[in-house]
């Protein structure tokens, strides 16, 4: 129970933080941590200020990125496109 606690709390964390601007998404993208990892994509980009759920659905389908794609699961290039794409 308190393990899927620490998962949605650090996902919601991910997704401030992401959001308030203190972790980018080029150090989500490099990070290891295992629920960064665990984040959908989708989700992710969302979290990012001034991008909707438009933006982050049609940059990924630009990319070739599947709607329900991990983080851990992205290719380099995908990675540094989203990089590209959202700088």
């Known amino acids: 129970h308190s393990e899927i606690s620490k998962i949605i709390l650090g996902d919601a964390e991910i997704k401030a933080r ?3 601007g203190s972790m980018s ?3 989500a993208l490099e ?3 295992n629920n960064v990892g665990k984040l959908k994509v989708k ?3 969302e979290s990012l200020p001034g991008v909707g759920k438009v933006k982050a659905r049609r940059t990924m ?6 709607e329900t794609r991990r983080v851990r699961g992205l290719g380099s290039q995908q990675r540094e496109a989203l990089l ?3 700088s």
């Open 84 to 86: 590209a794409a959202f």
């Open 31 to 33: 990070s290891d941590d």
């Open 18 to 20: 992401l959001n308030m």
């Open 25 to 27: 998404l080029k150090s």
């Open 43 to 45: 989700s992710m980009l």
């Open 61 to 66: 389908e630009e990319i070739g990125i599947a």
